[in-house]
């Protein structure tokens, strides 16, 4: 059963740091693309981060650039999102999701997500 | 960037009946559209991809349609688990900036 567990959100004030952790288990990791999306309270989905299966492609939504750094460790099956800087506005539960071979930035996976609260 | 424009924000439907829930896309995006159900205090769920093909586990009753800009949810026979909110994402750009619809809430007439 593929299983993606996200873990390290919490509160934490304006201009602080969080690393979100999550961890994968019953597919070949290492084979699979990885995105980080995002969902303010009450909001829509919004992407943050897609790293390739190797980890030497990294892709970025504009807002986030600069201040958030995806990376993976494929030996340990688990992805990261650092996010430095935080404001108010990136509050939300972060997904880790898997992204589908055939199309490899569809996600067909999910984890239950972790929610992050920016604020003073 | 592509922005994604879906319609109705809300759509009420009685069980048993059609839904039919609408995506438009600012700019073509060919067959590079996915939707996804997300159902309260649960991660997203994979529908349907390549705007028309129905992703592992998906039942028959859902179905995508359309190219370039305009695309189409169809579920069939409404059942009570379908109750949700549906988003449509475009992948077609690259480097990669996918991008999500504001979403159809999906509600019980």
New interface residues.
Partial sequence: EVQLEESGGGLVQPGGSLRLSCAASGFVFYNSWMTW?RQAPGK????VA?IKEDGAEK?Y?DSVKGRFTISRDNAKNSLYLEMNSLRVDDTAVY?C?RG?K???????A????TPVTVSS | EVVMTQSPATLYVSPGERATLSCRASQSVSS?L?W?Q?KPG?????LI??ASTR??GVPARFSGSGSGTEFTLTISSLQSEDFAVY?C?Q?IDW?????????TRLEVK
């Fill in positions: 999306v829509g989905l919004q992407w897609h892709y939504v997904y999701a589908l055939a199309t490899i930035t569809t996600m067909d999910w984890g239950q997500g | 590079e996915a996804y997300q649960q991660a997203p769920r994979l991809y390549g992703a592992t988003y994402q992948y480097p990669p900036r996918i991008t999500f619809g504001q979403g």
